[in-house]
């Protein structure tokens, strides 16, 4: 599955090896959900260059820390302190620990910890979800469990934006969805960063996005647009606008460091080849969504085109990383199926996701898709339907192990 799991133990530790010593601004903890959530209260987290992580000292001011239990994931900060190894302990006897991913950003603190509670605003407002919701730091996906959602009346293109108070460069938005009930609503939204107060006169970051109505979050990447509000948009008519949570980044790198790529230069196929764009070119570390630049596969146009990887071993898939051609044709990859299994008869693997068929926003770089733990060696993304061509620029997927 998705998430770490100790014995139960007197303090229990987790803990990685980033390869050498980073100034770390924070770190975004992700808690079990579907049970036990009182279980990582309190925790601490160490950050040092000694492989023991009783000897690194405590981050977030050297004291034990706690997550809301309705709160899917916590934000702590470390202040850009310095070390190669990171650890997460839960102090004291019989305690178990369960870690669904930590995220670790190097240098500033993500926007949303350093400017939770700056002002947001919306264009209308229903039963009292007001537009600060969206960054007051609670995930949780509930919007009829608490106060964690913010809801507008049902209008022509209802608008959500926050002000930074002053302009930065935007690397990208995690928009966390309303999970227990209207997830489609959301479908498909803009955003828009600028300095000006006037949200939609603002560029866009992007311009039609979309999230799975089983998919919690989405990231949207917006390669460092320059703005002091960031909104988003429903446009049309009949809309309604509700968000969980919008977190804001600016000037990091992250390591998603629960799961690793397990298709990175392993063997690729694919059932037909245009041009020489070879089967391994997705798999080669190469995200360069420009084909002419050598880094996209590309079959002939036939029907059910198919393209798939052999990790050599079966792996839990935790979920997988899309990236899409940008130069030309971006439309043709919707819609996709995704196949994980230990056949290499692709179509004959289980199709990952409640809902099989993907789709991947035109001028979106790439799509993240969760397939839940699913098991197995042949990893395929296949286009089913006549006259349709394959064209993918990379595809990680990635395992806990």
């Known amino acids: 599955g998705f998430c770490t799991h100790t014995l139960e133990e007197t303090n229990p530790t987790w803990s990685v090896d980033l390869r050498q010593s980073y100034a770390v601004g924070s770190v975004v903890i992700t808690n079990r959900q579907d049970c036990c959530r009182d279980r990582l209260n309190p925790f601490n987290i160490r950050l040092g260059d000694s492989p023991d992580p009783s000897q690194n000292p405590k981050c977030a001011g050297g004291g034990d820390l706690t997550i809301h239990l309705a709160w899917a994931s916590v934000t702590s900060p470390c202040d850009g302190m310095r070390g190669r190894y990171l650890s997460i302990n839960l102090p004291g006897p019989s305690r178990t620990l369960t870690l669904c991913e930590v995220q670790v950003f190097k240098g500033k603190y993500p926007l949303h910890s350093l400017y939770m509670y700056m002002p947001a605003y919306q264009t209308s407002t229903f039963s009292g979800s007001v537009a600060g919701r969206a960054v007051d730091g609670n ?66 970051c992007g311009i039609d996005h979309t999230i799975g109505i089983h998919q919690t979050s989405t990231t949207v990447t917006c390669q460092g647009m320059q703005g002091r509000y960031v909104g988003i948009r429903l446009p049309g008519p009949d809309r309604i606008l509700t968000l969980c949570e919008v977190q804001v980044f600016s000037g990091k790198e992250m390591f998603k460091i629960t799961s690793v790529n397990v298709a990175l230069n392993k063997t690729a196929y694919q059932t037909s080849t245009y041009d020489g764009a070879v089967a391994g070119r997705a798999v080669d570390g190469n995200t360069d969504t420009n084909f002419d630049h050598g880094s996209c596969t590309h079959t002939e146009g036939h029907t059910n085109p198919a393209w798939w990887v052999d990790l050599g071993q079966s792996y ?41 068929d993907h789709t991947i926003g035109v001028h979106q770089t790439s799509t993240t898709v969760t397939c839940q733990g699913m098991q197995g060696r042949y990893v395929g993304i296949r286009l089913p339907g006549i006259s349709r061509t394959l064209t993918l620029c990379e595809v990680q997927v990635f395992s806990g192990k």
């Open 316 to 356: 839990k898939i935790d979920s997988l990383v899309i990236t899409n051609r940008q130069d030309c044709c971006a439309d043709r990859l919707n819609f996709f199926n995704i196949h994980i299994g230990d056949s290499d008869q692709i179509t004959d693997n289980p199709l990952c996701g409640p809902d099989p």
């Open 139 to 204: 995930t949780d996906t509930n919007a009829n469990d608490g106060h964690s959602c913010t809801h507008t009346q049902e209008e022509w293109n209802p608008t959500w934006w926050v002000d930074l108070g002053q302009s930065y460069k935007i690397d990208s938005l995690v928009i966390t969805n309303r999970q227990d009930c209207c997830p489609e609503r959301l479908d498909l939204f803009n955003i828009h960063i600028g300095d000006s107060d006037q949200i939609t006169e603002n560029p866009k």
